[in-house]
Every structure is written in C-alpha cells, then in structure tokens.
C-alpha cells in the first residue's frame, strides 16, 4: 500500500491525501516539526501547550494550523491525554484550543458526528489513530501510546463508533499516523507482560532484541487489535513515517527528551468543513 500521509508543498502537514480526495470537504492529516514560531526545544511548529513552551506562540502555531488546512480556529478541539482508553463525543468545537483550562478531561480519544468540529490530538512518539465512518460521517481521533494501545483505545472508538452512529465496524475506516517505528522502539518485560494479553495475534509486532528487551511495533500492535474488532484489512491505512528515525520531520519523546531534557509535540487532526 502507498503511503496514506503525504508532505504538502509549502505546508507544515503531511495530509490524509487519499481520504480528503475521496470524501470531499474532509480534512485529516499531521503536522510536522517546521514552520512555526515557537523556539528551541521546541522548534518550531510545536503544537502542545503542556510541554512548557510559550503560549503565545502554541496559540499561534495553531491557528496557523487551521488557517493552512481551511478550518475555523474556533473548531479546534481536544483533550488532554492521560494515557489511558477512554473515548468522549464532542458535540461543539473550541475545548482546550487556547488553554489547559477547558480540555476535554481524562480523555484519550474523540469522536463526534457534526461539521464545523476539528479534533486534535498531540503526539511526539505515540500511535495516532483516525477514524471515519463514510455512511454517517462520523470522524474520530485516538491516541494510542503504549498504555493505549494494550488499553484497546482502538476498540474503544469502534464500539463507540457503533453504539452512537450505527456504524458497522466492517464500514469504518482507519488510517494509522506517523509515529515511532518498531525499529525504534524498545521495550521491557513489564510492558511485552500486557502486550502478549492485549491481542492474539501480538507476535507480529514483536522482534526480540537482547536479553529482556524487544522491539514493539505498536502499529502492527493496533492493526491486530482492529482486525480483532471487525475492522476490514481493506480499510486500514498504515503509515511508514517513523518519528525516531525522521527528527528532522518529527519531534521524538524517545529520541530528544533525554538529551534536551523535553521537545514538543506534533498534532494530527480531522474535521468536516462547515460550509459544505
């Protein structure tokens, strides 16, 4: 398969290209480190108001964002990530656009059926998972660290996904977003102990390394645990961006925090314009 997330020329995105082509008025992407205001670490088109950058320059940053993609700034929406599988509907946009005050609490994934709504989500290593149901239009947005991940944060949102919209887990589409590799991500036995309970078929997304360490693929890792709920393998659109390896692209958790003791955060996104 093609890569589904495709630089745009003179744009700090990588866009859905595919999907914003077939469903018109769609837009669905990730940001990438470039073309922003905030300064080292956090250089430059840092996206996350929780990593210790200058607000001002977050708020600026996002609103650049949704200028470059064609939406509101005031549709901007999102929560503030605790690492966890819960899943929120939004049936407004604005939550947390310029400040920590009014995120969507306790929440790692968003979903919602109306126009005019951009969710994001804000990502330095961690799996970002998109969701559409073209039948309803009903659009979702998960973030899947490992935590997330083992969680089932991805079948949380189908099920959600299910019980609001009727949507049928063989009709929904996901598209699986930049992030780090599995030949960047090393992981311990505390974590493979969940991961071989999370999915059966979790051995594909492991290589062991030395000793007690292996090499995780989380996207594999979700791609199993879609497959488990139903999802068509047709349906499913799996990025080879990885994070760690393209930090001249991405801002890594795993590859710049040790050495400059924090970075910042890239955000995907998705929303329906309102005036289509």
């Given at each position: 398969m093609r890569e589904p997330f495709v630089r745009v020329e003179d744009k700090s995105i990588l866009s859905l290209t595919e999907w914003e082509q077939q469903f018109p008025g769609l837009v669905a992407g990730f940001t990438i480190r470039s073309g922003g205001e905030s300064e080292q670490p956090y250089g430059s088109f840092n996206m996350g108001l929780h990593v210790g950058d200058e607000s001002a320059n977050v708020v600026a940053n996002r609103r650049k964002l949704a200028e470059q993609v064609g939406m509101s700034f005031s549709a901007w929406t999102c929560a503030d990530q605790v690492h966890g599988n819960q899943?929120?509907?939004?049936?407004?946009?604005?939550?947390?656009?310029?400040?920590?005050?009014?995120?969507?609490?306790?929440?790692?994934?968003?979903?919602?059926?109306?126009?005019?709504?951009?969710?994001?989500?804000?990502?330095?290593?961690?799996?970002?998972?998109?969701?559409?149901?073209?039948?309803?239009?009903?659009?979702?947005?998960?973030?899947?660290?490992?935590?997330?991940?083992?969680?089932?944060?991805?079948?949380?949102?189908?099920?959600?996904?299910?019980?609001?919209?009727?949507?049928?887990?063989?009709?929904?589409?996901?598209?699986?977003?930049?992030?780090?590799?599995?030949?960047?991500?090393?992981?311990?036995?505390?974590?493979?102990?969940?991961?071989?309970?999370?999915?059966?078929?979790?051995?594909?997304?492991?290589?062991?390394?030395?000793?007690?360490?292996?090499?995780?693929?989380?996207?594999?890792l979700n791609t199993a645990i879609l497959l488990e709920v139903g999802i068509s393998s047709g349906n499913i659109f799996s990025t080879n961006w990885c994070t760690s390896c393209r930090t001249d692209l991405f801002f890594s958790h795993r590859k710049e925090a040790g050495i400059q003791g924090t970075t910042g955060r890239m955000a995907s996104y998705i929303g329906w314009k309102e005036n289509l």
């Open positions: 899943v929120c509907q939004v049936t407004a946009g604005g939550a947390g656009k310029e400040s920590l005050e009014d995120v969507i609490s306790s929440t790692d994934g968003l979903f919602t059926l109306e126009k005019g709504v951009m969710l994001t989500s804000f990502y330095a290593d961690c799996v970002p998972l998109y969701f559409l149901h073209p039948q309803s239009g009903a659009i979702g947005l998960a973030h899947a660290g490992w935590k997330g991940t083992v969680g089932r944060i991805a079948e949380e949102m189908v099920k959600a996904m299910t019980k609001h919209y009727q949507a049928k887990p063989a009709d929904i589409f996901v598209a699986i977003g930049p992030s780090i590799g599995g030949c960047c991500y090393e992981v311990d036995e505390r974590i493979m102990t969940q991961v071989r309970t999370c999915a059966g078929d979790w051995e594909k997304a492991v290589i062991s390394s030395t000793g007690d360490r292996y090499m995780l693929d989380l996207r594999q």
